[in-house]
């Protein structure tokens, strides 16, 4: 009874903040389909803005009635199993992709980054391939400065296309911006588009090595089961994936959340896993790493939502 007291209010408030929104709103919606882990409790409402202005409308409503937000692609995420409270957004509707003069191409952050390398191949344009494989969205791929060691978002991104959380949709030149390692020093807000620079190249030439790289990633990681991607970032001057499997860790399991016996930086679901069995997995790792090693492995996801 209490319980139910309390939620009410929060709901009215939400139901206030989100009352310009045109686009999709979805109470109390289950997050595991979202993600590529399959794993993660509900947000208290999940809405799909028709446009940027709608984007623009829900960071407003959220401003004003002090309501937490975030945008999720769902590819490099672990949402608790008690889900997250407030707005989550997903900008599957910002899906335009144009190309603009000198081999500029804009791309709206909902798009995902196959379907981005599909269009720059279409238009024999060079500067994508390092990405193949990597499922994110544009303002996912922004967001976390996505890369391989091929390449990464900060080697094409020319501008990007931002909405502050004060609602202002403005450009921010890639020049004044810093890039770390899966990290991309942004103010807080919303990335809605990107400007990246490519060039032009045969298109036998991108394919071939669009090819390899895939093939190469259908052999060392585990991409037929559910799985966000790598679990640790690599510390310097050696990889994640070699510690963990030095230190014997491949196939060890919680529950049904499992250290990857093909590749020991991934862990997969196995049917039923839960997140707190996933991250009392990411924990043993850790700490054997740390054990055998001396190094402390920091996590590549962003874990989010309520214990
Ligand atoms: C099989 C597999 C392989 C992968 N391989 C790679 C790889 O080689 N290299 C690599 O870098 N990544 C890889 N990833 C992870 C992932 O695809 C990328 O990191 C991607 O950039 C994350 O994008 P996303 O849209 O899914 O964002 P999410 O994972 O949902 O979000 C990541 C963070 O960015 C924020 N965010 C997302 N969108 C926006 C936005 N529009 N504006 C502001 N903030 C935003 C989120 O709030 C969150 O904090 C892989 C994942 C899988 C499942």
Not at 55 to 74: E, H, W
Not at 224 to 238: H, Q, R
């Amino acid at each position: 009874m209490v319980a139910s007291q309390r939620r009410v209010p929060f709901l009215s408030v939400l139901r206030r903040a989100l009352l310009q929104v045109e686009g999709e709103i979805r109470w109390h919606e289950p997050l595991a389909p979202h993600t590529s882990l399959q794993i993660g409790g509900p947000a208290d409402v999940f809405v799909i803005p028709s446009d940027v202005e709608d984007v623009i409308r829900v960071v407003q409503g959220a401003r004003m009635s002090r309501i937490p937000l975030m945008v999720l692609g769902g590819t490099n995420v672990v949402i608790r199993d008690k889900g997250i409270r407030g707005i989550v957004m997903q900008l599957k509707q910002l899906t335009e992709i144009r190309e603009e003069p000198n081999q500029l191409v804009y791309s709206q952050a909902g798009v995902r980054l196959p379907r981005l390398m599909q269009f720059a191949l279409g238009r024999k344009l060079s500067g994508m391939e390092w990405a193949a494989g990597v499922p994110g969205t544009v303002g996912g791929g922004v967001a976390m400065n996505a890369g391989t060691r091929l390449g990464e978002m900060q080697d094409i991104l020319q501008a990007i296309d931002f909405v502050t959380l004060h609602g202002i949709r403005k450009r921010i030149e890639a020049s004044t911006v810093s890039f770390l390692y899966r990290k991309t020093m942004l103010p807080k807000g919303i990335v809605v588009g990107a400007w990246m620079q490519l060039t032009s190249a045969a298109k036998d030439t991108i394919q071939s090595a669009t090819k390899q790289y895939l093939q190469y990633r259908k052999s060392t990681q585990p991409l037929t089961l559910p799985n966000a991607g790598s679990v640790f970032k690599n510390p310097s001057g050696d990889s994640a994936g070699r510690l963990i499997e030095v230190t014997g860790l491949k196939g060890l399991r919680v529950g049904d959340a499992e250290v990857s016996t093909k590749h020991a930086n991934f862990i997969v679901n196995r049917g039923a896993a839960t997140a707190d069995q996933v991250l009392r997995l990411v924990r043993k790792v850790q700490d054997s790493v740390a054990i055998k090693f001396g190094v402390a492995l920091q996590l590549e996801w962003k874990v989010v939502g309520e214990r």
